[in-house]
């Protein structure tokens, strides 16, 4: 899209408040981000995100790829605007086309983002567990994202929601009154999950959630997730280093490199059929497909000493 583009959609976002009717071309679309780019303005400056565009639909686990470093987090953090200085996104906007029309994501003041966050789009980082409040329960947590979001609601119905939650992520609401240092690593990181989940956002993104965790924990609470999306009808956007585990739980997968989207394609595709050089050699570097992920070191493979040029792919690479 072009500036003058750019610039006259924002104009028409935004002379409706945050929000637009929504495209009905784009009816499957849930979020479309389109030329972004975030810079780390430090001496020398890190392009950390360069002119991503990427589209994610309704109900789609998509999979997001690379090595570390490679700007997976930072993107993340750029499409839930949580960036800190010194980064700055240069360029770029991201529309999250709700229901009930679009929202601008870029254009959402401090207290409307806050209200977009849990609400239409919640995340779940590696460390989240840790942001538990050790000195309440859970339910007493899980709650206030109640009474903070839906003021309206009564006692009995947010208890009701709570210990329904619960069961669903699998911690099991009669855990409601433990308080996190009760609970293992993976029971705690349930809850961030059940807290997540709990005002139904369309859009959740998930960095790294199980990294932490034992690969049978791992494994079991990605499956929930996966069942959960049928279930609720949300879309993920799940970012990992580790390529088998995405393309277990993935629909489609874009393998991100030095900052761009080099290759997006089904999961399926991106297993039988990389197209780019780096993503066969992503894939290639991992022990077994079917074996014991933890036997891959990682940052090992040394994926970047090749002669791939600085943009990270050749000129026929399929971008999103
Ligand atoms: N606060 C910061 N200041 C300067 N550079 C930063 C900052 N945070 C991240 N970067 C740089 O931005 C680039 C992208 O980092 P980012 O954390 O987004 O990558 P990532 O793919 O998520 O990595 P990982 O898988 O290790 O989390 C890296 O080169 C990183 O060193």
């Avoid at 009995?156 to 293992?184: M, N, Q, T, Y």
């Avoid at 009808?233 to 280093?241: A, E, L, M, Y």
């Avoid at 399926?268 to 050089?277: A, K, L, M, S, T």
């Amino acid at each position: 899209m072009t500036e003058g583009g750019r610039a006259g959609q924002r104009g028409r976002l935004q002379s409706t408040g945050f929000r637009t009717k929504g495209n009905p071309m784009n009816d499957d679309v849930l979020l479309s981000i389109s030329d972004l780019s975030v810079e780390y303005d430090v001496d020398p400056p890190v392009q950390a995100v360069q002119h991503v565009s990427l589209e994610l639909h309704r109900g789609e686990v998509l999979g997001l790829a690379g090595e570390s470093g490679c700007g997976k987090t930072t993107l993340a953090y750029a499409v839930q605007r949580l960036l800190k200085p010194p980064a700055v996104i240069t360029s770029g906007i991201t529309i999250l086309h709700d229901t009930d029309g679009d929202v601008l994501i870029n254009d959402l003041n401090a207290d409307q983002m806050r209200a977009f966050r849990w609400d239409k789009a919640s995340m779940v980082f590696q460390g989240a567990m840790n942001a538990l409040n050790p000195v309440s329960n859970i339910g007493k947590q899980l709650a206030d994202v109640f009474t903070t979001h839906r003021p309206g609601m009564n006692k009995a119905d947010i208890r009701k929601e709570c210990c329904e939650l619960l069961d669903i992520v699998g911690v099991g609401a009669d855990r409601i009154r433990s308080f996190p240092h009760e609970l293992s690593g993976g029971m705690r990181q349930r809850v961030m999950i059940a807290m997540a989940l709990a005002l139904k956002p369309t859009l959740m993104i998930m960095d790294e959630p199980t990294t932490a965790l034992d690969v049978l924990v791992q494994r079991e609470i990605l499956t929930q997730i996966t069942e959960l999306r049928h279930k609720f009808g949300f879309s993920v956007i799940f970012i990992t280093h580790d390529l088998p585990l995405l393309l277990e739980i993935s629909d489609r997968i874009a393998i991100m490199r030095h900052g761009r989207i080099i290759e997006t394609d089904t999961a399926r595709n991106i297993y039988f059929h990389p197209q780019q050089d780096y993503t066969k050699r992503l894939l290639s570097s991992f022990p077994s497909l079917t074996g014991d992920r933890s036997e891959f070191s990682y940052g090992t493979a040394g994926l970047d000493n090749d002669n791939l040029d600085s943009k990270g792919g050749s000129a026929n690479e399929r971008t999103a």
